[in-house]
């Protein structure tokens, strides 16, 4: 079993991205001085080349969202100030995440299967999205622990752009390496967007006996439009495109009970997943949670999604 890079390449590209920010920050800061701005006046500029830039990112993706929005419920509805905290509160989480939490991975969470706080219970492992890592899941890795859950594992699967199939694969050698050490059977799943099918990709390939439960945040169980602008160079992302081979062969199986209990939890505001309502999962005894008014990246920060995380996880 091949073992996890304790850096992976998601890790390793953010950090070149730090670099190419730094550089072209100390160019311009170069060149305003040669031209005798002030440094209120540098500052402002370079400000609006990052935090611009990121703004930008995060709007058109609210906008495509809009436009692909799943009808919504009247208590589902935003007013401005709604719509106005959704917005900040995904582009502060955004920043977060890319620029300081996948970029540092290494130090701020173990690598499986090293448990963060060794054997009390079932382990909690936590499978991340597309084009992410798990230092995505620091703060609710810590409010597992402080619940008194796990041992908690965070996994970073790669090749970033590979199949979903073989992120299940490596996902499943994982799980084993973590039940040999912590001496448990069977390991709860949870998976934010495309961790969700992850995770449900190896729970029909043969995992079943292995998890006790799954909850997915955010996953596009049906598939996302958002998928579509890397489906030529990502294997993965042409997988998460709707009504794709993959997933009508994975959906296919919702026909019967899931064989183990699953929960999605849901945004009608997810500005990654749209049509929103392709986050819901249609086995017959699958849970649909929704918390309105969340963001894609917000969701796993969210005070009230991880309450109702841990609150699944003690059903």
């Given at each position: 079993?091949a073992?996890?890079?304790?850096t992976?390449r998601?890790?390793?590209?953010?950090?070149?991205v730090?670099?190419?920010?730094?550089?072209?920050?100390a160019?311009?800061?170069?060149?305003m001085?040669?031209?005798?701005?002030?440094?209120?006046?540098?500052?402002?500029w370079?400000?609006?080349?990052f935090?611009?830039?990121?703004?930008?990112?995060?709007?058109?993706?609210?906008?495509?969202?809009?436009?692909?929005?799943s009808?919504?419920?009247?208590e589902h509805q935003l007013?401005?100030l709604?719509?106005?905290?959704?917005?900040?509160a995904?582009?502060?989480t955004?920043?977060?995440?890319?620029?300081?939490l996948?970029?540092?991975?290494r130090?701020?969470?173990?690598?499986?299967?090293v448990?963060?706080a060794?054997?009390?219970?079932?382990?909690?492992?936590?499978?991340?999205?597309?084009?992410?890592?798990r230092?995505?899941?620091?703060?609710?890795?810590?409010?597992?622990?402080?619940?008194?859950?796990?041992?908690?594992?965070?996994?970073t699967l790669?090749?970033?752009?590979?199949?979903?199939?073989?992120?299940?694969?490596?996902?499943?050698?994982?799980?084993?390496?973590?039940?040999?050490?912590?001496?448990?059977?069977?390991?709860?799943?949870?998976g934010?967007?495309?961790?969700?099918?992850?995770?449900?990709?190896?729970l029909?390939?043969?995992?079943?006996?292995r998890?006790?439960?799954?909850?997915t945040l955010?996953s596009?169980?049906?598939g996302?439009?958002?998928?579509y602008?890397?489906r030529?160079?990502?294997?993965?992302?042409e997988?998460?495109c709707?009504?794709?081979?993959w997933?009508?062969?994975?959906?296919a199986?919702?026909?019967?009970?899931?064989?183990?209990?699953i929960t999605?939890?849901?945004?009608?505001?997810?500005?990654?997943?749209f049509?929103?309502?392709?986050?819901?999962?249609?086995?017959?005894?699958?849970?649909n949670?929704?918390?309105?008014?969340?963001?894609?990246?917000?969701l796993?920060y969210?005070?009230s999604?991880?309450?109702?995380?841990?609150?699944?996880?003690r059903?």
């Amino acid at each position: 079993m091949a073992q996890q890079a304790l850096t992976g390449r998601m890790a390793r590209a953010m950090q070149i991205v730090w670099l190419v920010d730094f550089s072209i920050f100390a160019l311009a800061a170069w060149l305003m001085r040669c031209h005798e701005l002030g440094a209120g006046e540098i500052g402002l500029w370079l400000a609006l080349w990052f935090f611009g830039l990121r703004a930008f990112i995060v709007a058109d993706g609210f906008r495509n969202s809009e436009k692909h929005k799943s009808p919504r419920k009247p208590e589902h509805q935003l007013g401005f100030l709604g719509a106005l905290r959704l917005f900040l509160a995904e582009y502060a989480t955004t920043i977060l995440t890319f620029n300081v939490l996948f970029p540092l991975e290494r130090w701020l969470l173990p690598l499986a299967p090293v448990p963060a706080a060794a054997g009390r219970k079932t382990p909690v492992v936590l499978v991340h999205g597309f084009i992410c890592n798990r230092g995505y899941w620091k703060f609710l890795a810590g409010e597992l622990e402080r619940a008194k859950l796990g041992p908690v594992y965070a996994v970073t699967l790669e090749p970033v752009f590979g199949s979903i199939d073989e992120h299940a694969r490596r996902l499943g050698e994982t799980i084993e390496r973590i039940c040999k050490a912590s001496g448990a059977p069977q390991v709860m799943l949870i998976g934010h967007s495309m961790g969700g099918l992850i995770s449900r990709a190896y729970l029909h390939a043969g995992g079943a006996s292995r998890i006790a439960r799954i909850v997915t945040l955010g996953s596009p169980h049906h598939g996302t439009r958002a998928a579509y602008l890397l489906r030529k160079i990502a294997k993965d992302a042409e997988q998460m495109c709707i009504k794709s081979e993959w997933l009508t062969a994975l959906n296919a199986l919702e026909a019967k009970p899931c064989p183990v209990p699953i929960t999605s939890i849901l945004s009608p505001h997810d500005n990654i997943v749209f049509p929103q309502s392709s986050a819901l999962l249609a086995y017959p005894n699958a849970r649909n949670i929704y918390f309105p008014g969340l963001g894609h990246v917000e969701l796993v920060y969210s005070p009230s999604v991880m309450a109702r995380v841990i609150e699944e996880l003690r059903t």
